[in-house]
Every structure is written in C-alpha cells, then in structure tokens.
C-alpha cells in the first residue's frame, strides 16, 4: 500500500521568511495530492491540493509542485506570519476509493 | 464551522466500557471516512463508507470497533470493550460525488482510564 514520508518534523522560521514542507510517496499509481493544517484542538483543514496531472498550483502566499517521476511533492509558504503556526500534513491517494495516506506532519512555528 | 459535525467533542471512560461516536457530514457527501489520530502522528484510514454501503475497513478496525451508516446520511462508530491504547481523536470525513477534496470534522477526542 501507499506509504507517504514527511519531513521536517519540526520547522521553526522568522516572521516573513518562507517555509518549505516536503514528502515523499511510494505509489505510483497514487494521483491526488492534498495539505492540511491542523490547529490544536481542531480537525484537519485542506489548505491546498494538486492533481497528478499537473505539476504546481499557488493560492497567494502557499503553493504546491509535484513530481511525479521522484514521487515527491513540497508545500511552500511565502511571507509566513504568525497566524500560519500549526502542524502541516501531506497526504497522498489513488485507487477506487480515494482514501488518505498521511504523512507524519510537520509543526510549523512562525516567531513573530 | 467545518458542515461536518462530530459529536461528543470530548469523552471519558473507564476501560472495558462501550462507546458511540456520531458523524454528521455535510448533505449530499455520499462518501464518508473514519480516521483515528493518534498525538503527534498523522490522521489513520479506518473505514469507508459509500452511501450506506461499508466498502473498506482497516485491519487497524480490529473485532471490537463497528461502524454503521444507515440510510446514508449520518455515520456512528462504536468500540466496544475499550482498552487504554483506543484513546486517541476519531475524526470523520466526507466528500461529495465529483470532487477529491475531504472535509472534516472537528473529531472525538476519546481518553479510556
């Protein structure tokens, strides 16, 4: 089955620097490509997603790039702000049921 | 407000005891997941439900845990006989018929002592 890596565990950056978010997926035949950022106390929340036919997509500060040939995908986020704080997960799904495969997030601290 | 609504939030219970969760997903999501989550790991695939029909299950749902969706709409996940290491957050999620993205719930967070 698929098996996602995720990494760094931890991310610490200043106020208005970038952060990047990486991982890494085993099946090939995987094709859907979410993150989520989850606060504490809160369910996970779809903040961006890539298809696996395409190789990046932005929403103003955050964007994603895939590929697919070294089945791996990175979260960039741009201009950090305080606000962005919280633990990042990648995941990964394909087949007929589409389930999520998650990596093991990232904590994302953004110092103001 | 998330449209996917979990109810307890939060729940206690001695070990050995049953619980019921509940999951309300947002209408017309035919497809509805169970995850657990347990501190600092990733959400985990549990179950799969499409329409009132259970398609998947994990092998992490072991004999103890049952999980129903009658008439499609709301979905309940039940353990039975809860051990110390089923405390965790159980977290529900859906999707609608023609698009990738999941939203989910704000999940149970179940403690057994």
């Known amino acids: 089955g698929e098996n996602v890596e995720q990494h760094p565990s931890t991310l610490s950056v200043q106020e208005g620097d970038s952060a990047v978010i990486k991982c890494t997926y085993s099946?090939?035949?995987?094709?859907?490509f979410p993150w989520y950022k989850q606060e504490l106390g809160k369910g996970p929340q779809l903040i961006i997603d890539?298809?696996?036919?395409?190789g990046e997509k932005k929403d103003q500060r955050i964007a994603v790039t895939l590929n697919k040939t070294a089945k791996h995908f990175s979260l960039h986020i741009t201009e950090t702000q305080p606000e962005d704080s919280a633990v990042y997960f990648c995941a990964a799904t394909g087949g007929g049921f589409q389930k999520l495969v998650f990596g093991t997030g990232t904590r994302l601290l953004v110092s103001p | 407000d998330t449209g996917v609504s979990q109810d307890p939030r939060h729940k206690i219970t001695k070990r050995g005891q049953n619980v019921t969760f509940r999951c309300d997903p947002i209408?017309?999501?035919?497809?509805l997941y169970w995850y657990r989550q347990t501190l600092g790991q990733g959400p985990e695939f549990l179950t799969y439900?499409?329409?009132?029909?259970?398609?998947?299950k994990s092998r992490l749902l072991s004999d103890r845990f049952s999980a129903e969706r009658p008439k499609g709409s709301f979905s309940t996940l039940e353990i039975q006989r809860t051990e110390q290491g089923d405390s965790a957050m159980y977290l529900c999620a859906c999707r609608g018929p023609s698009n990738y993205g999941y939203t989910f719930g704000s999940g149970t967070r179940l403690t057994v002592v």
């Open positions: 890539i298809r696996s036919n395409v």
């Open positions: 439900f499409q329409n009132e029909a259970q398609l998947e």
């Open positions: 099946d090939s035949a995987s094709n859907y």
């Open positions: 209408s017309e999501h035919n497809r």
